[in-house]
């Protein structure tokens, strides 16, 4: 696929006035291909290029694959990365593999988004730190205890989703976007143990009673209970671990 991609992008962009780069993001990126996977492209493009073609988006098939591209300025590029608040892009763009870039500006720009500022990480571990424990333990809680099993349901669902992307950055990596977030898991150095059956048990309703959601917020619980310490460890402020709620957040990462 890697060599598709490049022998396209030789072809079509290589020559064309106005293109400064083109970068491979997606499955093919990192190596997750099957028979269905496409190539996606990312051209990077002089302003006044981007001007004639940046609102459409590419496509074209070539041998036998479908490519798929889209139109970004290098300032547009670096505005997506540089306040370091989108973690999903964060990680598209770290995993990217330049296909041209002949004056080295996207490498170079590149290389300054590989892993968090300490300050950023710290700030990134409370943002999902509060979002989790928002969603499950407490609003999880407080539906069950209503007996509202649906809304209970919904939190805890939510809740994963801010309690995995928290693992990642614990691991000091960049969220990836959900299609390979769970493959990507598998990947880190450092999970709560049986996360992934825990994961499980907290996502699948076998019975709509509010005993088995008990159960569920037990797991919860005890999943709070252990990051606490890591989080502590990390170096966030005890009061702001166990007291979430008292302070403000920035922003709602994007997961």
């Not at 606490?228 to 994007?254: H, Q, R």
Request: proline share 3%.
């Amino acid at each position: 696929m890697l060599h598709i991609a490049k022998d396209f992008v030789k072809m079509k962009f290589e020559k064309t006035n106005g293109v400064m780069g083109v970068l491979l993001v997606g499955s093919a990126s990192i190596g997750y291909m099957d028979v269905l996977s496409d190539i996606d492209l990312e051209v990077i493009s002089t302003d006044d290029l981007y001007s004639k073609v940046g609102e459409t988006c590419g496509s074209e098939q070539f041998s036998g694959v479908d490519i798929w591209w889209e139109w970004v300025t290098l300032e547009k590029l670096e505005n997506a990365l540089k306040y370091w608040k989108d973690d999903i892009d964060l990680w598209v763009y770290s995993r990217s593999k330049t296909l041209y870039d002949p004056k080295h500006r996207i490498e170079n720009l590149l290389a300054k988004y590989r892993q968090y500022p300490r300050k950023v990480w710290l700030e990134k571990l409370f943002l999902y730190w509060y979002f989790a424990t928002a969603n499950a333990p407490y609003d999880s809680g407080k539906a069950i205890q209503r007996n509202d099993l649906l809304l209970a349901q919904l939190y805890l669902s939510q809740a994963i989703e801010y309690y995995t992307a928290l693992i990642f950055v614990l691991n000091h990596s960049f969220v990836p976007y959900r299609k390979w977030r769970l493959r990507e898991l598998d990947k880190l150095a450092y999970k709560p143990e049986n996360y992934e059956e825990n994961m499980h048990k907290l996502l699948t309703v076998g019975s709509w009673t509010k005993k088995k959601f008990e159960d569920k917020q037990r797991i919860v619980n005890e999943l709070a209970g252990f990051l606490e310490k890591k989080l502590v460890g990390a170096g966030i402020a005890e009061e702001k671990v166990k007291n979430p709620w008292k302070f403000k957040v920035t922003y709602v990462p994007m997961i």
